[in-house]
């Protein structure tokens, strides 16, 4: 059974900045693309940034480029997200996932069960 755990997460001001990691127990994660994804209040579950095998390509919502950076080491089996800048509005849950195919909400395999980032203004 794949596990996803996720860390980092926690009560930050406007500004700071948060490294989210994901450890993954997959012998085969560094054939799987990488997401992150977040979930604010009242709100749909939303893409932030994904990352392919290789780290060949990244990828990030409109409106978190520039402030955030994913990135992925194979040998430990972990997914990192560092979030600088933060606003208020990036306040939500936060949660990986792995991807045999595409980095699409629907096609992500497995799912971590998430961490709370809240940003105060």
């Known amino acids: 059974q794949v596990q996803l755990v996720e860390s980092g997460g926690g009560l930050v001001q406007a500004g700071d900045s948060l490294r989210l990691s994901c450890v993954a127990s997959?012998?085969?994660?560094?054939?799987?693309?990488g997401g992150w994804f977040r979930q604010a209040p009242g709100k749909e579950r939303e893409f932030v940034a994904g990352?392919?095998?290789?780290?060949?390509?990244?990828y990030y919502a409109d409106s978190v480029k520039g402030r955030f950076t994913i990135s992925r080491d194979d040998a430990k089996t972990t997914l990192y997200l560092e979030m600088n800048s933060l606003k208020p509005e990036d306040t939500a849950v936060y949660y990986c996932?792995?991807?045999?195919?595409?980095?699409?909400?629907?096609?992500?395999?497995?799912w971590g069960q998430g961490t709370q980032v809240t940003v105060s203004s």
């Open positions: 990352i392919t095998t290789n780290s060949r390509n990244t």
């Open positions: 997959q012998r085969t994660f560094s054939m799987y693309a």
């Open positions: 996932a792995t991807s045999r195919k595409y980095i699409f909400e629907a096609d992500m395999d497995y």
